[in-house]
């Protein structure tokens, strides 16, 4: 069933359960990659906080949570390139596990950025988990990246987090846009 946010039109793409089932899959990883190990949940706002409520539920190893803010879409369907980085990590990560928590990587710049920045702070080991990644439009390779739930289409998503002009965060679905 087609849906309308704002003024633009949206289809399914993935389902809330063929979302929760990927979760589940990821969470059962990663417990395994951090046993005996606490590693540092960082989510990355605005987008993520669906996706990573959802994935600290089904992990069982120890682990703490923080997060960072940053955009690069300002309300548009596509990428301006300009990264605000409206809020910075809070937490020491020196010498720590982290784990990235990202809606979607596309071009890979907001993730190469962020990346970048944290590995001046000295942590153990930096890895990234996604919801959605763009294969198509990777223009930054991320070798951190090692966690993807599910690639899609260079296309416009919205729902689990990810907004256009800050509305459909609330679908519990990801939705692509209808042109």
């Known amino acids: 069933m087609n849906i309308k946010i704002a003024d633009l ?28 190990k606490t590693p540092i949940f960082v989510g990355v706002l605005n987008g993520c906080f669906m996706f990573m ?14 997060f960072t803010k940053l955009s690069s879409y300002h309300g548009g369907t596509t990428s301006t390139r300009r990264i ?4 910075d990590l809070m937490v020491d990560i020196a010498n720590r596990h982290v784990v990235l928590v990202e809606d979607i990587v596309d071009t890979g710049n907001t993730l190469d950025y962020l990346v970048a920045k944290l590995s001046h702070r000295k942590p153990a080991s930096i890895t990234v988990c996604a919801l ?27 729902g689990y987090g990810l907004d256009y002009m800050e509305l459909g965060r609330n679908l519990d679905g990801i939705y692509k846009r209808v042109v």
Request: proline share 7%.
């Open 132 to 158: 959605l990644l763009k294969p198509d439009a990777i223009e930054y390779p991320i070798e951190e990246l090692t966690h993807v739930a599910f690639n899609i289409p260079n296309e416009f998503v919205v």
């Open 84 to 87: 605000n980085d409206d809020f």
């Open 9 to 36: 039109e949206f289809e399914p793409l993935i389902s809330a359960e063929e979302i929760q089932t990927r979760i589940k899959q990821i969470a059962a990883q990663l417990n395994a990659d951090y046993e005996n």
């Open 53 to 66: 409520g959802d994935l600290l539920k089904q992990i069982t190893v120890p682990c703490e949570v923080a």
